[in-house]
Nanobody
């Protein structure tokens, strides 16, 4: 079982930036985290997909709501990913969760297809 630990959340004003990190530990061969992703959950809402990246750090998927503002990076073959969030909006306020899955194929946007989850880190965007 892979353990995931997020860091970097906090309070920021609209238009500001934050960088989140997610570090994997445990059985962290590349195959344990073929895909790593970020999801978020705002109060009273369902968990939603934000962004995902493959183990090579080459292929990515973005939710339309964050495209052009958020980017994800990963060193090839490593199990730490970074989420750079720019031009943050109040609607980005949520708990952000890191997730990992072994399977490369399938739908990267489905939370049910992920094997491991972090505890989450709060991101609040407010003036």
């Amino acid at each position: 079982q892979v353990q995931l630990a997020e860091s970097g959340g906090g309070l920021v004003q609209p238009g500001g930036s934050l960088r989140l990190s997610c570090a994997a530990s445990g059985h962290t061969s590349t195959s344990d985290a073929s895909i790593m992703a970020w999801f978020r959950q705002a109060p009273g809402k369902e968990r939603e997909f934000v962004i995902a990246i493959d183990w090579r750090g080459i292929s990515r998927e973005y939710a339309d709501s964050v495209r052009g503002r958020f980017t994800v990076s990963r060193e090839s073959g490593k199990s730490t990913i970074y989420l750079q969030m720019n031009n943050l909006k109040p609607e980005d306020t949520a708990v952000y969760f890191c997730a990992a899955r072994r399977a490369y194929g399938g739908n990267w946007r489905l939370s049910t297809e992920y094997d491991s989850w972090g505890q989450g880190t709060q991101v609040s965007v407010s003036s």
